[in-house]
Structures are given as C-alpha cells and as structure tokens.
C-alpha cells in the first residue's frame, strides 16, 4: 500500500476511536436531590440519547444570566462606543431615539471596562427584529441585530 492509503486509513481509524472514546454523562448525575422524601423514576434509554440530553442541560445553563428574567431573542443596537463623552451620546441617541420610535421599549447599558450600549426593541425572531431594522436603519444607518436575552413577551388574553 502507498503511504497516502495507509495515512488514510490511520486518520479513520483514530477519528472513529476518537468518537467512540467520548465521555457519557447521566442526566439523573445533573440533578442529584438529598431530599429524603424524593420519589424515584426509572428511565431506561440510549446513552446516546442521555448525553444529547445533558449536554442540551448544560448549555442552557451557561446561557443564564445572573439576575435576569428573560428568554433568547434579539434585540437592534444603535450605540456602542468607549469614547470619553460616550454616556452623553449614549444618551442622546436613547433620547432621539424614543422621540422617533416611542413604540419601541430601549434599554441602555454599560459593559466594562467602559463601553455604552443602547439596544432596542425585544424580538423573539430573527425575521420579527429584520422588520423594525429596516426601519430604524434609515434614522440609524449603524444599527444592527444581536442575540440577546430579552424580556418575556407580553401575554394578551383575547
């Protein structure tokens, strides 16, 4: 065999290890209660299955913010500067703004170590939030959407 068919078959042969090889964690680990007066439940199923779950678990979980109610969504960003007058822009801009767009909630917010930020609106959807971009983009030509966490929608009970 040449050498590019056995360096070939090395690679294979050490992905497929690889893969095989990775950890597998229980979700009953994940949620492990001292409660003495905790029943039991019993599932049996695929550890493949088992660990989609617990890493699904874990990774929400570092999407957490601290203190902060909310859900994943968008938000449009029309301020984010570190200048040194920047929390009067900042403010400024929030002021304008809420004049042209009063339907809009905006939240200003500073990240260290001394940016200020002004985010708009709260949009569960990508193509909810690209509605209102377009229209903000022509009072704001820097505006554009991030993935934040955003507060829950409103219930309306028709």
């Keep these: 065999m040449s050498f590019k068919n056995i360096l070939f078959l090395t690679i294979i042969l050490l992905s497929a290890?690889?893969?095989?090889s990775q950890a597998f964690i229980k979700t009953s680990d994940l949620f492990k209660s001292s409660d003495i007066h905790s029943g039991q439940l019993s599932i049996t199923q695929d550890k493949?299955?088992?660990?989609?779950v617990s890493r699904y678990i874990m990774a929400r979980s570092k999407t957490k913010t601290a203190g902060r109610l909310g859900m994943e969504g968008?938000?449009?960003?029309?301020?984010?500067?570190?200048v040194r007058n920047a929390r009067e822009e900042s403010a400024k801009t929030r002021a304008e703004f809420i004049e042209k767009f009063p339907e809009i909630p905006s939240y200003p917010?500073?990240?260290?170590?001394?940016?200020?930020?002004?985010?708009?609106?709260?949009y569960r959807t990508k193509i909810e939030c690209y509605k209102d971009l377009m229209r903000i983009r022509e009072e704001f030509p820097n505006a554009?959407?991030?993935?934040?966490?955003?507060?829950?929608?409103?219930?309306?009970?028709k």
């Design 74 to 82: 968008y938000r449009i960003q029309i301020y984010y500067s570190s």
């Design 48 to 52: 493949a299955i088992d660990t989609l």
């Design 109 to 122: 917010a500073y990240q260290e170590p001394g940016w200020f930020i002004v985010r708009v609106g709260d």
């Design 144 to 157: 554009y959407w991030i993935p934040t966490t955003i507060n829950f929608p409103d219930r309306i009970d």
């Design 17 to 20: 290890d690889i893969c095989y």
